[in-house]
């Protein structure tokens, strides 16, 4: 999507480090990390958020869930643990109107996040 600029490090056309890239998914290091790891994950196809998730993106969240993350946390030497999250809509504070989820970790995680 035109202006979309996680469509635009998907395609490469912004740089980012990207830690893990597939067909139908990338994974990047977030500009302002919140933790020693923090990594964006992204489906390459534009999604604005986890509301916009359907049926025909099942095989999408799965793999996302089945196959990225745990490759990545093990990768990412995250072996005592790790937060993934997502935000979604103004209230759910996102900020950035491409579906994506923070794989976060290196520290110790306070809940509720606040
Ligand atoms: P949100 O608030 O939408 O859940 O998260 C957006 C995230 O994207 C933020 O953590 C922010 O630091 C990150 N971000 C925004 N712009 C860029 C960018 O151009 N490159 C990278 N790598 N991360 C970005
Ligand atoms: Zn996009």
Request: charged share 25%; with cysteine; aromatic share 6%.
């Given at each position: 999507m035109a202006d979309c600029i996680f469509c635009k490090i998907a395609s490469g056309e912004i740089p980012s480090t990207m830690v893990y890239e597939d067909d139908t998914v990338a994974a990047f290091k977030d500009l302002?990390?919140?933790?020693p790891t923090h990594v964006l994950i992204i489906p390459k196809k534009h999604v604005v958020s986890a509301a916009d998730l359907g049926k025909d993106d099942r095989e999408l969240a799965a793999h996302i869930f089945c196959d990225v993350v745990p490759k990545l946390a093990k990768e990412l030497g995250l072996s005592k643990g790790f937060r993934v999250v997502t935000n979604a809509g103004e209230e759910g504070g996102q900020t950035v109107m491409h579906l994506h989820f923070h794989l976060l970790g290196g520290r110790s995680m306070q809940w509720p996040p606040g």
């Amino acid at each position: 999507m035109a202006d979309c600029i996680f469509c635009k490090i998907a395609s490469g056309e912004i740089p980012s480090t990207m830690v893990y890239e597939d067909d139908t998914v990338a994974a990047f290091k977030d500009l302002e990390p919140q933790a020693p790891t923090h990594v964006l994950i992204i489906p390459k196809k534009h999604v604005v958020s986890a509301a916009d998730l359907g049926k025909d993106d099942r095989e999408l969240a799965a793999h996302i869930f089945c196959d990225v993350v745990p490759k990545l946390a093990k990768e990412l030497g995250l072996s005592k643990g790790f937060r993934v999250v997502t935000n979604a809509g103004e209230e759910g504070g996102q900020t950035v109107m491409h579906l994506h989820f923070h794989l976060l970790g290196g520290r110790s995680m306070q809940w509720p996040p606040g």
